[in-house]
């Protein structure tokens, strides 16, 4: 594994990132095109239309990612506009966008990212809390309900796979396993899920696991719901919970730390690897856990919450820096400390769900990527989740990419320069 991570690391800060685009008429370019600067360095962001028809370009920019932004509308006489020259002296990042009729633009860049911290302060009983949550969960005699699932074959095995937990609700998703593994001889990867309750991106699915548990000489998989809902399921039940019971789940229990969602979603967590990790197969070293936005925000949290966890992949991971609301900056999704509610129990509650404060102390190798325009999950909050860690740190960040995959002419670069590269690190755990 040692030789892929320094290859990614080296990619982070090469000069791989776009200055120009074939069929883009807006091209913005600044000093260092990875997007990263250092407190003073003077930074120049230019702005050129190479279609001189469209002569009107708005430009936008945001500061720390906040909803502060400036916006200024000027006329193209066809030579390089100057957009921003400023030299920035404490931690900070800004947003341009710049856009025509018919096209937009964006980059973004940041200062100092390794100096971002919590905008919150971490509990002083904050590990006695967790201590306490893990013993009560371990507390309860495992039970497990399994149901073999008709993609089992070809020397895989595949479950429907239920695990009781201290609640509100069960831990469920599709565990997959080679039939014929020696004890202690693979690794676990463990799968999250990005936000929301109906999509296809929210649901455990048998392929899933299956994909997975056939990586390198095989592994224990487990493709775990985010809400501990029912898998497999008619459309209608996952229309009813989002519309239901789960609406605006994110927000729920903001002043509580019994009542918090996240509480639920952490400790099935904790019981899905405690299951994992129990396993004959295990080789008791290789625990893998790989999420995007919530899934992301999962990841890190396992990472903080259990010390088996030795590698996470973290695309644009959410539940990063909820406290930067509170210090002029955006904070992480769900961005609770903007709902209304009474801040002082907020305080009292969210601290001890933050990936910022989670992830203080953790040795597990962390591979995050982090976009330089999202604003769902800001860099200034996944820096100040990271920041955190003591482990090895693989960190790819993109000053073109927002919440999403780019999906443009970017799509080629980042799959070049991002995407494989992740692979790569994935297959090489897995050897």
């Given at each position: 594994?040692?030789?892929i991570?320094?290859?990614?690391?080296?990619?982070?800060f090469?000069t791989c990132?776009?200055?120009?685009?074939q069929?883009?008429?807006i091209?913005?370019?600044?000093?260092?095109?990875?997007?990263i600067?250092k407190?003073?360095?003077k930074i120049?962001?230019?702005?050129?239309?190479?279609?001189h028809?469209?002569?009107s370009?708005s430009i936008?920019i945001?500061r720390?990612?906040?909803?502060q932004?400036?916006?200024?509308?000027?006329?193209f006489?066809g030579?390089?506009?100057?957009?921003?020259?400023e030299?920035l002296n404490?931690?900070?990042s800004?947003?341009?966008?710049?856009?025509t009729?018919a096209?937009?633009a964006s980059i973004g860049?940041i200062?100092?990212p390794?100096?971002?911290?919590?905008?919150?302060?971490r509990?002083k009983?904050?590990?006695q809390?967790?201590?306490?949550?893990?013993k009560a969960?371990?507390?309860l005699?495992?039970d497990?309900k399994k149901?073999?699932v008709?993609e089992?074959?070809?020397?895989?095995?595949?479950?429907?796979?239920e695990?009781?937990?201290?609640?509100?609700k069960?831990?469920?998703g599709?565990y997959a396993?080679?039939?014929?593994a020696?004890?202690k001889?693979?690794?676990?990867?463990?799968l999250?899920?990005?936000?929301g309750?109906k999509?296809?991106w929210?649901r455990?699915?048998?392929e899933?696991?299956l994909?997975?548990?056939k990586?390198?000489?095989g592994?224990?998989c487990f493709?775990?719901?985010?809400?501990g809902?029912?898998?497999?399921?008619p459309?209608e039940?996952?229309?009813?919970?989002?519309?239901?019971e789960?609406k605006d789940?994110y927000?729920q229990g903001?002043e509580?730390k019994?009542?918090?969602y996240f509480?639920g979603m952490y400790?099935?967590?904790?019981?899905?690897?405690?299951?994992?990790?129990?396993?004959?197969?295990?080789?008791g070293?290789?625990?893998?856990?790989?999420?995007?936005?919530q899934?992301?925000?999962?990841a890190l949290a396992?990472a903080?919450l259990d010390?088996?966890v030795?590698a996470?992949?973290?695309t644009v991971?959410?539940m990063?820096d909820?406290?930067g609301?509170?210090v002029?900056?955006?904070g992480?999704?769900?961005q609770p400390f903007?709902?209304?509610?009474?801040?002082e129990?907020m305080l009292?509650?969210l601290?001890?769900?933050d990936?910022?404060?989670l992830?203080k102390?953790s040795?597990?190798t962390l591979?995050?990527e982090?976009?330089?325009?999202?604003?769902t999950?800001?860099?200034t909050?996944?820096?100040?989740?990271?920041?955190?860690?003591?482990?090895?740190?693989?960190t790819?960040v993109?000053?073109?990419?927002?919440?999403h995959?780019p999906?443009n002419?970017?799509?080629?670069?980042?799959?070049?320069s991002?995407?494989?590269?992740r692979e790569?690190f994935i297959k090489?755990?897995?050897?």
């Amino acid at each position: 594994m040692k030789t892929i991570s320094k290859l990614l690391f080296i990619a982070i800060f090469s000069t791989c990132m776009l200055t120009t685009a074939q069929g883009q008429n807006i091209v913005l370019k600044q000093t260092n095109e990875t997007g990263i600067y250092k407190k003073g360095q003077k930074i120049r962001v230019t702005l050129f239309l190479k279609d001189h028809s469209t002569d009107s370009v708005s430009i936008k920019i945001r500061r720390n990612h906040s909803d502060q932004v400036s916006q200024r509308a000027v006329r193209f006489s066809g030579d390089t506009i100057l957009v921003f020259d400023e030299i920035l002296n404490e931690p900070s990042s800004v947003i341009f966008e710049a856009s025509t009729k018919a096209e937009t633009a964006s980059i973004g860049l940041i200062v100092d990212p390794e100096k971002f911290k919590p905008g919150t302060s971490r509990p002083k009983d904050f590990d006695q809390f967790w201590k306490a949550e893990k013993k009560a969960i371990r507390a309860l005699p495992m039970d497990v309900k399994k149901v073999s699932v008709k993609e089992s074959g070809n020397g895989y095995s595949c479950f429907d796979l239920e695990i009781n937990c201290t609640g509100p609700k069960p831990a469920r998703g599709y565990y997959a396993k080679p039939e014929s593994a020696k004890p202690k001889s693979l690794p676990i990867v463990l799968l999250v899920h990005a936000a929301g309750v109906k999509g296809s991106w929210c649901r455990s699915e048998p392929e899933n696991a299956l994909r997975c548990a056939k990586m390198g000489n095989g592994t224990l998989c487990f493709d775990l719901n985010a809400h501990g809902m029912l898998d497999d399921q008619p459309e209608e039940y996952y229309v009813n919970l989002e519309n239901g019971e789960l609406k605006d789940y994110y927000h729920q229990g903001l002043e509580s730390k019994k009542d918090f969602y996240f509480r639920g979603m952490y400790d099935r967590l904790i019981r899905t690897l405690d299951f994992l990790a129990s396993q004959p197969e295990w080789d008791g070293k290789r625990i893998l856990v790989i999420g995007e936005s919530q899934g992301g925000g999962q990841a890190l949290a396992a990472a903080g919450l259990d010390k088996r966890v030795s590698a996470v992949v973290a695309t644009v991971p959410a539940m990063c820096d909820w406290g930067g609301t509170l210090v002029d900056r955006k904070g992480g999704w769900p961005q609770p400390f903007e709902i209304k509610g009474d801040k002082e129990k907020m305080l009292a509650t969210l601290p001890y769900f933050d990936d910022a404060h989670l992830l203080k102390g953790s040795k597990a190798t962390l591979l995050t990527e982090i976009g330089l325009i999202d604003v769902t999950c800001p860099s200034t909050s996944v820096f100040a989740a990271i920041n955190q860690s003591s482990g090895k740190k693989i960190t790819f960040v993109v000053p073109y990419r927002p919440h999403h995959a780019p999906s443009n002419y970017l799509k080629a670069i980042w799959e070049k320069s991002v995407y494989n590269q992740r692979e790569a690190f994935i297959k090489d755990f897995l050897k």
